[in-house]
């Protein structure tokens, strides 16, 4: 019986070993050369947002004389953004997919107008920025979400105005 229950325990232990390995491994690889390569490197088969929490810290950690600076994206890399989301109970949600190869995403400014009183085409200059502060690397697809002040209306136009980020490569 002893035996049986230290087998069963074994297997809660495997997940903090994989995160205490991940501590290290970026501070490990010798091949990196900057932050970014750091990160896309060490984030290879990761699953878990506390283990890719895990990753960017270390590699922050390693590259910390690299200042890394979000700077506007470009109008090609700004149509690179895919978004799907919408509106529920009162938040704005969806998610992001990054299809730059060289840019990681630290914050998108969405453009926000109520439909309310008949509304045309125009709508956008009424509208409202609200910027969305999250991390997505290069490639690769994240959440957004944000609460939305209620006006009671029930439905809304949106656009990403525009998005920040820096160079990963």
């Known amino acids: 019986m002893l035996m049986g229950s230290t087998a069963m325990r074994l297997p809660l232990f495997a997940p903090l070993m994989f995160l205490i390995s991940l501590d290290t491994s970026a501070e490990s690889r ?17 699953t878990s947002d506390r ?3 895990n ?3 270390a590699c922050r950690e390693k590259f ?30 969806g998610s992001l997919y990054n299809g730059n190869s060289d840019y990681t995403i630290t914050r998108i400014t969405v453009l926000l107008t109520s439909m309310g009183n008949g509304k045309g085409p125009k709508a956008f200059a009424d509208g409202s920025k609200h910027d ?37 490569r």
């Open 132 to 168: 969305i502060n999250l991390t997505v690397q290069p490639l690769a697809k994240g959440a957004l979400s944000m609460p939305v002040s209620s006006d009671n209306t029930l439905e809304y136009l949106w656009k990403i105005a525009s998005a920040r980020g820096y160079k990963t």
């Open 55 to 57: 990753t960017l810290r």
């Open 64 to 93: 910390a004389e690299e200042r890394l600076t979000d700077t506007e994206l470009p109008a090609d890399a700004l149509d690179k953004l895919i978004v799907h989301a919408g509106f529920g109970w009162g938040i704005f949600s």
């Open 30 to 46: 010798p091949d990196t050369e900057s932050y970014g390569q750091c990160v896309l490197e060490s984030m290879k088969g990761i």
């Open 51 to 53: 283990a890719e929490a």
